[in-house]
Each structure stands twice: as C-alpha cells, then as structure tokens.
C-alpha cells in the first residue's frame, strides 16, 4: 500500500458527496479519471480500482435525485450524434464477431454516455470552463511532464501516456497534447488578469508544445503543419504570424536530435516503411469490408480470416489506425458519414458563434470556438494515422460547440421579452430568433 494509493482512493471517494450535491462534478471527475488515469500512476490496490465505474454510477444515482433543471439540447448536432449511437448498436448485433463487438460496444457507450451527459449538466459557461480546466489539466500533466523530459533528454526519447488509455502511444498522446494546447491558449485569455496563473499556463503552451513535437510521431507533424496552417490563415496579420510560424519551425528543427529528422524523413519513402504499408494494407481492407456490407463488419472485425477475404495483403493483420477508415470498417459508408456529419455540423455551429459575435456571444465565447476548431483541425489531421476515433476528447468538443451555441441561443430567447418587441430584431445565431421578433413587431 503506497501514498500515491491511498491519495487517489481519497481523492475519488471524497469526491462522492460532492457529485450527489452537484452532478455535474460527477463530470469533471470523470474526466479527470479518463484522461489523466491517476490510478494508473499507483503501485498497489489503486491500481485496478474501478474507479470510473463508481463515479459513474454516483453520477446516475444523483442524476435521479437532483431537483436541478436538465434538459438535452436537440440540435441537427445531437440528432445525428444520437442516431450514430444507434447505428454502432445496430452494427454490432449484426456484427461478424457479435461477441467481440459486444465487449467493444460497451466500452464505447460508457464514454458516450458521459459525453451526452456533458450536454445535460454542463449547462452554464462556469460549468464549462471547469470542464476546460479538468481536461487540460488532465492531460496536461503528461505534456508538461513530456516536455521536460524532451528538453533534459534532447529529444532522443519519445514522450509516452498514462498506461491503459487512449493515448498511451507517442503518436495518440502527441494528437491529444496539439487539440487541447488551443484549450491552454484560450484559459491563458481567460486567466489573463492573473499574473502567475498567465505565466504557469504559458509555460505550459511551450513545454505541451515541445512534448508533441518530442513525441517523434509523423502523425503529429502533420497534425502541427496543418494547426499552424490554419493559425496562418485565420491570422489578421499573416504578413507578420508567417514569418513567425517559419522561425518556431526552424528553432524546432535545429533543437531535434538526428533521430527525429530519420524517423521524420521516412515520411517522404513511406513506400519502405512497413508501418506505412500496413495501414494503407487496412485501409483498403476498410474499403472493401464497407462495399460488401452496408453496416459494415462490426467491432473487432480485425482478424486473419477477415483480411484473407478482403485485404490485398492477407498477412498483414493490422488495424487501421484511423479515424476515418476504422469507422469504415466498423459500421459501414453510413456509419462513416454519420461521424464525419457530427464534426462538420460542430464545425459549422463554431461559425456561427464566430460570425455572430456582436449579438449574441461575448468575446471570450467567439475566442473558445476559433481555438475549438483549431483543436479540430489537430484531430481531423492527425487522427487520419491513428485509432481514436471512440476517444473521449474529440466527443467533449463536439459537446462543448453544442454547449457554446446553446448558451448563446439561450441569451437570444432571454432577450425576446417586452423589451425586446421596442427594438429592431438582429443578429439571432440562424435567424430564427430574429424572424420571431420581426412577426411580433408586425403585430
């Protein structure tokens, strides 16, 4: 029995009561628990301690008791999120491995489940700046940690995740560590007016930053060409953000030692790399298995009798290492277009926050929605070479875009009372809420 058991036990177990008197906590700590695995940090009976379950279980439990207001946000968003779930059921019971695919299955509604009660009990713009802080905190722990070790080391180590998670592999922690470093840059905006906090989560930016970088994954420099591309782009200054970009660049490429530029370089002969061949191998097994069968083959689809019918390389069992052809795979054309319509319809929702932002949402929410799509940039870039497409974190920023544009509408409808009628209807985040004034004014 070590301390760093018996912190983690008192930590989860103390925070019990505090989730049955607000359960949105319940939330927070779950986060906590998925992203950052503390108990994975431990030596002894901590270590396999189902703690996520019984701080699930506490959430549901005050869930029914709670006499707070909740309600679900049915937006386009959540209905086609919903009806993936449903889909990814279906899938499964006609799944090749049913079996196997029920085990996976169940994984996976345990984080859907928490996600969309994210929609329900993060219902205030407090509440969801302490998931931000939860998440970042969480995973930035390893990033911090991460970019340490780089500069000690030289960068000659990869930098690893919690054991047992989604990002315990450099490639996946390095994707995670470039889609909440927008996360940090808007809490670092938000915290400004504090001196110590701005300086602690500037350093955090930088160390995050170098760790993704020491990471040595490809997929993570793809993921930074393309964050940094979209920075550019949006910049209203490109004249002087470019030139800085290329001299980050440049500082970066003459720190690496000679290992990362190898490791980099192959990106270029992805021909000879085994690694390379294998996943395109899955991928166009992912295109096969999803022209044969409409909802796909199911979870754990991936085995030798599977690849010998629809992989030009039967001997390389491989999965598929990508958000796109996993899906595929999984659940079909369908399913794949399901979960690529959930991001574009987030995307879209961030927009609009982002061109109504003299109306409706105050300029800390239009600055949460740019760095919510910066880390969506990070996730459809680098999560085309990984399997993370069940991950947590891509489904809280959907739920947070969901959250943002639904607090905004929510200012709109506050806005429709007697005074509203006496001045002229404007800019309603779709519109709908402006026509509605225009009709009453008519009468």
């Known amino acids: 029995m070590g301390i760093r058991d018996l912190l983690v036990t008192a930590l989860v177990f103390g925070s019990l009561p505090l989730i049955l008197w607000r359960p949105y906590i319940g939330i927070l700590v779950w986060s906590w628990l998925s992203y950052m695995n503390p108990h994975r940090l431990t030596y002894g009976f901590a270590y396999n301690m189902p703690f996520a379950q019984i701080v699930a279980l506490t959430l549901l439990v005050a869930l029914l008791f709670s006499s707070e207001k909740k309600s679900f946000p049915l ?31 169940t994984k996976v ?60 592999e450099n490639n996946s922690l390095a994707v995670a560590v470039l889609m909440i470093i927008p ?49 550019w782009w949006k910049s209203s200054s490109k004249i002087v953000t470019g030139p800085a970009v290329v001299l980050g660049a440049v500082l970066f490429l003459t720190f690496m030692p000679d290992s990362w530029h190898q490791r980099m370089q192959s990106i270029k002969n992805y021909e000879q790399d085994d690694s390379a061949m294998q996943r395109l191998n899955s991928w166009e097994y992912s295109v096969n298995v999803a022209n044969d069968s409409v909802v796909g083959a199911g979870f754990s689809s ?11 390389r039967p001997e390389w069992v491989f999965v598929a290492h990508s958000i796109y052809f996993a899906p595929l795979a999984d659940h079909g054309w369908p399913g794949l277009l399901m979960f690529l319509l959930v991001l574009w319809l987030t995307w879209r929702s961030l927009s609009v926050v982002i061109a109504n932002r003299a109306s409706t949402w105050s300029d800390d929410d239009v600055f949460l929605a740019k760095m919510l799509q910066v880390s969506l940039v990070a996730y459809l870039s680098g999560g085309a070479f990984l399997s993370l497409t069940y991950f947590d974190l891509p489904w809280h920023i959907v739920a947070m875009g969901v959250i943002l544009r639904a607090l905004g509408q929510g200012k709109s409808l506050r806005a429709e009372g007697p005074a509203a009628q006496t001045r002229p209807a404007k800019h309603a985040p779709n519109g709908q809420y402006g026509n509605r004034l225009s009709s009453r004014a008519a009468t």
């Not at 859907?112 to 329900?120: H, N």
């Not at 991936?302 to 030009?312: D, L, V």
Request: charged share 15%; proline share 2%; aromatic share 12%.
């Open 75 to 105: 937006t386009g968003t959540t209905a086609v999120w919903l009806l993936f779930v449903i889909w990814m059921c279906l899938t499964t019971a006609l799944a090749v491995y049913p079996d196997a695919a029920m085990i996976q299955l």
């Open 109 to 168: 509604l345990k984080i859907q489940l928490v996600a969309l009660l994210t929609l329900v009990l993060i219902n205030d713009r407090k509440k969801l700046d302490h998931l931000i802080i939860a998440i970042v905190f969480s995973i930035g722990f390893f990033s911090v940690k991460g970019g340490v070790f780089t500069i000690l080391t030289g960068g000659a180590f990869r930098v690893w995740g919690p054991t047992g998670s989604f990002i315990e």
């Open 183 to 231: 996360l940090m840059v808007y809490l670092h905006r938000l915290y400004g007016g504090n001196r110590k906090l701005k300086w602690l989560l500037g350093a955090a930016i930088g160390l995050s930053t170098i760790a993704a970088i020491g990471s040595q994954s490809r997929g993570a420099l793809v993921s930074i060409l393309a964050v940094a591309g979209f920075y």
């Open 302 to 312: 991936w085995t030798r009798e599977m690849f010998e019918r629809y992989a030009p």
